[in-house]
């Protein structure tokens, strides 16, 4: 008779996996972006002049989907792929037009002073919007807001906007703020 091979004892491995698992479940750290970052426009003032108002008019762009997924931006029909330099042009005011926002000089910690648009994009949608035709216009929303901080971080760091350190993003999102305000969805008849 041939000796026998000794088994190992594998009685503990579940255990040992077990706790390997919740070690690394309760250690393990993901970053999750939740939604989409979006800053309210401030409560209009009911004692405020009525020049006051025309003058906060000219800082918001309404932003409309309807059911049929057609946009509107301002007072224009427009397809998609217009809206980001639409959106731009608003922002970015550069013939400094007396319809377009304002500008406001701000103190930036680490950069100086700055003039910073006034400028929010509200956007409104019908209950009856497609999720794609959604989706397409907040991409191009963020991809105008994306490029003029790139062409700002061009401007004055010479580099773009993903290329520069943390502190350098932080100024330049000041610089060039993302104001997307979003009225919840409604029936919108413009056709």
């Known amino acids: 008779m041939g000796k026998k091979t000794p088994e190992i004892n594998s009685s503990s491995t579940a255990d040992i996996a077990f706790l390997l698992l919740c070690y690394f479940l309760m250690t393990t750290t993901m970053n999750q972006d939740m939604g989409l970052q979006r800053r309210l426009p401030p409560i209009p003032d009911p004692n405020q002049k009525v020049e006051d108002q025309k003058v906060n008019r000219r800082n918001i ?29 608003f922002l970015s005011n550069p013939a400094n037009d007396p319809n377009l ?6 103190e930036i910690e680490g950069y100086g002073p700055c003039m910073v648009s006034k ?47 943390e502190d350098h993003q932080t100024i330049a999102r000041k610089a060039i703020p993302q104001n997307i305000s979003e009225a919840e969805p409604k029936d919108i008849n413009q056709k």
Do not use: C
């Open 61 to 89: 762009i309404i932003v409309k989907i309807n059911s049929a997924d057609r946009l509107l931006a301002g007072t224009e029909p427009m397809h998609v792929s217009q809206l980001k330099d639409k959106i731009k042009e």
């Open 119 to 165: 400028g929010v994009i509200s956007l409104q949608n019908d209950r009856g919007t497609s999720y794609q035709a959604y989706i397409a216009v907040q991409n191009e929303l963020v991809k105008a807001i994306n490029e003029l901080r790139d062409e700002w971080s061009m401007a004055n760091f010479g580099k773009p906007y993903a290329a520069l350190d």
């Open 101 to 106: 926002p304002e500008k406001n000089e701000i």
